[in-house]
């Protein structure tokens, strides 16, 4: 008797599970049943994924993909993780994942030959400061002291007398890699750039250098927005969107953001 209940129960959560995923947004719109897909760098670098291994759920993006993944219905086990490079992927044609995420700005451009989910990030401005200002709180009265560098043309310019308001007027030159010279001559002790920007120049490209804050990502003018990349007309999109949108209602996304690019890179807001 025991036995045929048993078999009873196992049958009904069968059934159940299998209706559950016969009427789920996803049913049938990724590249492998029951699985979803999900691209990133070869390599993938901190802070979007740690140590190269996205499959470990710890980094912002990697946390991000698991996240959509549950919100979906799918199971940690269902996320299969493939690599493309950066350029590879945003070609127009068919790919080998369901969505790819890897820092991809949303540009009317691309949009014409990929596809992108709604925004699950949007990039803030951060302060990139030099070797010999690297103990600067991250406060705007300690900002306004220091000699500031900025491109005459971006919208830095009117960001840093609106809202910094420095003692001295900021230093401008013509592009980015100018202002990054300029820091690692000590010419300049800050500059702005967005987050994800300001995070490679301190890792790679300038010497002893330190972001030293962020600010909220609603002060920026027009700030980059990065979505996962699909193929064209991939029916899976409305899904995804839905995923991020429940996400960002709830709180979730917010959370993985302050976790990972906030806590984990000692970026803190500016007060």
Not at 70 to 78: I, L, N, S, T
Request: aromatic letters at 8%; charged letters at 20%; proline letters at 6%.
């Amino acid at each position: 008797m025991s036995k045929m209940l048993s078999i009873a129960a196992a049958t009904l959560a069968f059934t159940a599970t299998s209706a559950l995923a016969d009427g789920h947004c996803a049913a049938g719109k990724t590249l492998t049943e029951g699985k979803f897909t999900v691209a990133t760098g070869n390599p993938a670098y901190y802070p979007w994924v740690m140590d190269d291994a996205p499959e470990s759920g710890q980094g912002f993006e990697a946390a991000v993909a698991y996240a959509v993944a549950e919100e979906m219905g799918f199971a940690a086990d269902d996320v299969v993780w493939v690599r493309s490079s950066f350029d590879e992927a945003i070609q127009p044609g068919a790919k080998n994942f369901d969505v790819n995420i890897q820092q991809y700005s949303i540009t009317p451009e691309r949009d014409q030959v990929v596809d992108f989910s709604a925004p699950y990030y949007t990039a803030p401005m951060a302060v990139l400061v030099s070797a010999n200002a690297v103990d600067t709180p991250p406060t705007l009265e300690a900002l306004k002291g220091l000699q500031w560098g900025a491109v005459g043309s971006t919208t830095a310019v009117p960001k840093l007398a609106s809202v910094i308001q420095p003692d001295a007027d900021p230093l401008l030159y013509g592009d980015n890699a100018d202002v990054n010279a300029a820091m690692t001559a000590n010419q300049i002790d800050a500059a702005l750039f967005d987050l994800p920007t300001a995070l490679f120049l301190s890792a790679v490209m300038i010497e002893g250098s330190k972001v030293i804050g962020q600010f909220p990502a609603d002060q920026g003018d027009n700030p980059d927005k990065f979505g996962m990349l699909m193929e064209e007309g991939n029916p899976l999109k409305s899904c995804v969107d839905a995923a991020i949108a429940a996400l960002t209602e709830s709180g979730k996304l917010a959370e993985i953001e302050a976790k990972w690019l906030q806590d984990t890179t000692g970026v803190p807001l500016i007060k």
